[in-house]
């Protein structure tokens, strides 16, 4: 067979030819980039908090800590104002001063002594407490803080995971009577006054024609009361208690969400406390005469 021997085999060998991935290919490069992107942002970072002086960033926290998700909707005779009263108190954000000798710092001692501002301090100090003792009982989707013209505001609520009261009832749950209570230190080292309004959502109640969300509402803030009073709170910084059922939304396109059912405690200041006083003055046209009947 032309040279070849009978029954001989040849054997063919073929290598396959392999891709060349992994360090060859473009993936790397992304990496890196976005890696080199990330550094470059810190540095930016980094540079622009070196900028900013103390005073700045104490500024910057307080603007963000005295936000406000609330529109002013409290039943009181006392006009309320969901705006800031202390805003104009509150630290100024300025450039830089440094390196400019014609800026002089401001005597310390007004501050001190000017009585106006030492309220407002309290008032500030009181909130910080309240907003640290919030974070600490992982309270922030059942607790709200914000800052009113006569003082401050508490609104704590219900949310879809607990509930402040049962369903239909004034009877406050247990991790709510724990929440209640753990504000009562702060209030006694305050020695504010505090006013209580009861929210219910618009569920209709029908178990009984004689007691609807008024009723209950109003009971709710007694419930709430009742708890304060337990836990140490003197009877007479509670001023006032009272209930608007479901008058006061604070989701008006859903009318049962969780959130609308809530308690609210107005923490007044001496000017929010005198102005509540006169709200209940004797009109002058109305005097009672002081003249004997002897006379």
């Known amino acids: 067979m032309s040279g070849r021997q009978k029954g001989h085999t040849t054997i063919i060998k073929r290598s396959a030819r392999r891709a060349h991935t992994g360090g060859h290919g473009g993936a790397w490069k992304v990496a890196f980039a976005d890696f080199m992107l990330a550094l470059m942002s810190l540095f930016m970072v980094m540079w622009i908090m070196g900028q900013v002086s103390e005073k700045d960033r104490k500024a910057i926290m307080y603007t963000l800590n005295n936000q406000s998700i609330f529109d002013s909707h409290s039943f009181s005779p006392i006009s309320f104002s969901a705006h800031d009263p202390a805003s104009a108190n509150a630290p100024e954000v300025t450039p830089s001063a440094e390196g ?126 009742q708890v304060l009073l337990r836990a140490g709170i003197e009877s007479d910084k509670i001023i006032q208690i009272s209930g608007v059922a479901d008058q006061k939304l604070l989701d008006p396109q859903q009318p049962t969400n969780a959130i609308n059912r809530r308690i609210e405690f107005i923490i007044l200041s001496a000017a929010g406390l005198s102005a509540w006083e006169n709200s209940f003055a004797i009109p002058a046209t109305h005097a009672i005469p002081t003249s004997s009947a002897h006379e």
């Open 100 to 225: 400019n000798a014609s800026v002089s710092p401001q005597p310390v001692a007004s501050t001190v002594t000017d009585p106006a501002k030492q309220v407002d301090a309290d008032q500030q100090h009181l909130q910080q407490a309240l907003q640290s003792l919030m974070i600490g009982k992982q309270a922030q989707s059942n607790m709200r803080i914000e800052r009113l013209a006569q003082g401050i505001r508490v609104v704590v609520n219900d949310d879809q995971h607990r509930m402040m009261f049962e369903r239909g009832s004034a009877k406050v749950t247990t991790y709510f009577q724990q929440l209640l209570a753990s504000l009562v230190p702060a209030l006694k080292q305050s020695g504010s006054h505090l006013m209580i309004i009861g929210h219910t959502d618009a569920t209709p109640y029908q178990q009984n024609p004689f007691y609807d969300n008024w009723s209950l509402s109003v009971n709710r803030a007694q419930s709430a009361r």
